[in-house]
C-alpha cells in the first residue's frame, strides 16, 4: 500500500497531490460529522428522561471526533505530503498541538459520559437519597479536578514542544527553590481552598443538594467547586462562599447522615384547653396527609406560662421540605379545630376586681 501511495505522489504535481490529501481529510470529517448529526437526530425523537450509554456517547463526543479523527488522519498522512524542507517540521508541529488540543478536548467530554452514567446509576428522584448524594458530590469534585489537570498537561506539551520554551525551562530550574518558596507563599490561600475541596469531597460534612443553615439562611447544597460553593437559599438567592468556610466555622446541616427529619409547631391555648380532644385532632390530620412518614406525631403540654400553656406538637416527614410543608399544615388546621370547636380555649387575659370581698372573673 505504501509503495502505491509513494508512486502516485510521484506521478502527480506536488500541488495536486497535498490538494488530494487534504480534501481525503476534509471529506473523512464531513462524513464522520453527517453520521453523527444523523445520529443526534435520531436521538432527538427519543424520550428526554430515556437513558442511553450510545445516546451519552454521541451526545457529548461527537463534537470533539468531528475534529479528533480529521486530525489523526492528516497526522498519520503527514509523511506522504510533498512539503519543502523549511516547512515540514512547522507543519508537523502545529498539526501536532491541534491534534494535542482536540485529543484534550475528547477526554474531557469524555469524563461527562462517565459522568451521565454515574447519575443515571444514582439518581435524586427518592426519599433518602443520602448515598447518591454523597457518590454525586465526589464524582463532582473529581470531574474539575481532572479537567484542571487535563488541561495543564496538554499546556505543558504544548509549551514543551518549542525548542525556545525548553532551553528557557532548562534555565530557570536553576531558580526553581527560590521561585518555589515566593509561590507557595502567594498560593497559600489557594492551596488552602483546594485542600479543603479533597477533604469535603471524601470527608463530606457537605454534599450536592444537602440541607443548611448557614449565615442564618436556609438552602440547599447547588454547587460545590475547587474554591467555593454555592447555596440555593428558599427564595431563590445564591449565597456563594469560599469552600475552607466549611472547614473553619459552624453550620447546620439537616441532612447530614439521612434526610429525615423532626418538625415541631408550638401553641399557645388557655388552661382550659382539652389536650386529647386536640391529641385526637392531630392524629387524625396526620393520617390524612402524604406529608406524613408515619414516625413520630404527639401533642405535650412543655410550658405553663402566666396566662397560656405551651402546647408542642412534633411530627416528623422524609425530607426537611415536608417537613416544612407538614408543620404548616398542622398549624393552620389546629388553631382552625380550636377556634371552631373550642374557641374559650383561645389566649385570654384575666383581672381579678375584689368587691365587697367577691370575686369577679372577666
Known sequence: MEKHINLWAKQLPPLLWNVLIIAFVLLIGFIIKVFVKLLLDYYKDKKEAEYSFFKSMVTHLSRPLNHFVPL??????????????????????WLGIFLLISFASLLMNAIKVLEDYIYYKYDFAKADNLRERKVRTQLQFIRKLATVLIILITLSLILLSFEGV????????????????????AAQKSLGNLLAGFQIAFTQPIRIDDVLVVEGEWGRV?????TYVVVNIWDQRRLILPINYFIEKPFQNWTRTTSELLGTVFFYV?????TDELRKELTRL????????????????TDAKDNTVELRALVSARNSSDAFDLRCYVRENLIRYIRQNFPGSLPKTRLVREDDNIKNLV
Open 222 to 226: 447547588e454547587e460545590i467547586t475547587l
Open 270 to 274: 388557655d388552661y382550659d384547653v382539652p
Open 286 to 301: 396526620l393520617n390524612d396527609t402524604d406529608l406524613w412518614d408515619k414516625r413520630v406525631g404527639i401533642l405535650q403540654v
Open 166 to 185: 525548553r532551553k528557557l525551562g532548562a534555565g530557570l530550574l536553576t531558580g526553581v527553590g527560590i521561585g518555589g518558596i515566593i509561590i507557595g507563599f
Open 72 to 93: 489523526l488522519v492528516a497526522n498519520i498522512l503527514l509523511p506522504y505530503l510533498a512539503l519543502k524542507d523549511v516547512y515540514d517540521g512547522d507543519v508537523k508541529r
